[in-house]
């Protein structure tokens, strides 16, 4: 008898895999900035969102001076501050660190299982089959429980992100519905980019958002997105060229993406 | 009384610097391929040169199933197998791995100090200031001595480069002319690329090259363009998708640049 993985099975039980056109404009993962550096602390933006936008039109990123969290979709953007406000934001503002792509769905499925989210990194894993693949996900749909974060605006001397963890902002919305924009980037682009998952929420009507720290999925359609390249934008400036890459931030960048102190 | 370092002093003793017009196409190093699956096996070509050279004009790279070298050179490509023939390539041929910008000089200096391949690196050290810089270097001039290195092409089941260190063929020119292609990449770049500097040959009448093990400069001039991004365009291939990036390839790389088998 053959057997299957919970994965499989779940599947076959919940998830419905839809035809989708695939006409990809720009198949490069776009970063403004440097994802070490920007965490290490270099929070003053250099990148105008209408050069970023020239390169995606769905994505995430950073405002200036790390006031909140980004979400770029059909080219539009929107912070979402400490405060929990959330607003569209002038394509002429500047960020630090954004990354972006064309988004063109190559795969959809459906689930209405109640994932977690790491059940949902267990479920998008046994779908994107491509260990070194570099993943862009549009999920879509309603949600038991969203919890979000967002950092309030900083102030010089800058500390490294891992240690202003005690300063994230935290917002839950339970029965509520949006759109996760999401990358799952491979091991080899680690350093430049933020490798693993790395998911940001925005609200149907707009209102709410910030980076995911946790959740749990009512009925979601998943797009994906799969990119050939990658291009990275290095900051012209003298912080930028005086900045001590040999430190190991893995661990950091961990941190900082999970919203966990330790 | 103020000190001045070593190369500084020999900056004021044999180099001039010119000025230079810097109109720029594009500032971007493409890289075809990824340097650590390439070093780790992957040597069979997928991408055609015509492809690379949309990208730069200028750069060097590996031929197919590891053949020799390639030097990249106005448009032109250059491959010097391991019996040291040395001839043009076609566009339409492919390449596993190749680096390519499009070069525009920012600044340019000359030197008639004898150089060793270390003297020369510290040297330029003392002049690319940047340390998290991506700079081109085109060397041009004479040199009392140049000895490159080219492999034999591999047949399967492929070895790490490293392994094949004892394969590799010499040559050494002495009293010859003509260019180096070269490359001084940031510590960040690691993985895709291959960080710190990475230097080919071509002599004066396309007849001799290789990836450069030393040398020993008589007259040069140094021209150099300082890069502000980077692309990477990463092997559509069951064999990349399956490749295992968790190995740290960073010692491999080093005895490999260096032609060295310890």
Redesign the interface.
């Known amino acids: 008898m053959h057997s299957l993985k919970p994965y499989t099975l779940l599947a076959l039980l919940c998830l419905f895999v839809l035809p989708t056109s695939a006409q990809t404009k720009n198949n490069?993962l776009y970063t403004a900035g440097?994802a070490?550096a920007f965490i290490g602390g270099l929070y003053d933006a250099v990148y105008p969102y209408t050069k970023v936008l020239k390169h995606g039109d769905f994505g995430l990123g950073a405002p200036d001076k790390l006031d909140g969290e980004v979400l770029i979709l059909d080219g539009k953007i929107y912070q979402t501050q400490a405060t929990g406000k959330t607003f569209e934001v002038k394509p002429t503002k500047l960020t630090p660190f954004a990354v972006v792509s064309f988004f063109r769905a190559k795969k959809t499925v459906k689930s209405t299982c109640k994932l977690s989210k790491n059940g949902l990194f267990k479920y998008l894993d046994s779908v994107l089959t491509?260990?070194?693949?570099?993943y862009a996900i549009k999920i879509t749909g309603s949600f038991d429980t969203i919890k979000t974060r967002a950092f309030p605006p900083v102030t010089r001397p800058y500390l490294p992100l891992a240690d202003m963890l005690p300063l994230q902002h935290f917002f839950t919305f339970n029965n509520t519905s949006g759109i996760l924009v999401d990358y799952r980037l491979?091991?080899?682009m680690?350093?430049?980019n933020i490798t693993g998952y790395h998911f940001h929420f925005l609200s149907d009507d707009k209102k709410a958002g910030g980076h995911i720290v946790e959740l749990l999925t009512d009925s979601i359609t998943i797009e994906i997105d799969e990119l050939?390249?990658?291009?990275?934008?290095?900051p012209?400036t003298e912080e930028?060229?005086?900045?001590d890459?040999?430190k190991d931030r893995r661990e950091e960048v961990k941190r900082v993406e999970n919203g966990k102190k330790d």
């Open positions: 490069t440097h070490s491509n260990q070194n693949g570099i491979p091991v080899f680690d350093g430049p050939d390249s990658f291009l990275v934008d290095i012209q930028f060229n005086n900045f890459f040999k």
